[in-house]
């Protein structure tokens, strides 16, 4: 089965918060390949980071979330 995250759970994801313990969970149990990150969501994912007060960072981390899951890309 897939799993395709939203920008609300990456968002609260990367604040740390208990979301972030249940999706390490998700990754370990149903590995990266079944965790999928659309293109849209990436794309305002980005968008909301270089917009941030402290974008590099915020870009660096962005970064490194996408890279765990699997990208979709829709056309």
């Not at 390490?24 to 909301?48: Q, T, W």
């Amino acid at each position: 089965m897939l799993y395709f995250l939203d920008s609300n759970i990456c968002i609260q994801y990367m604040r740390k918060g208990k979301v972030a313990e249940v999706i390490d969970a998700r990754f370990l149990e149903y590995g990266p390949r079944n965790i999928k990150i659309p293109s849209i969501v990436m794309g305002e994912l980005m968008h909301g980071a270089y917009k941030s007060k402290r974008a590099a960072d915020t870009l660096k981390e962005t970064k490194s979330f996408i890279s765990r899951g699997y990208p979709v890309w829709f056309s």
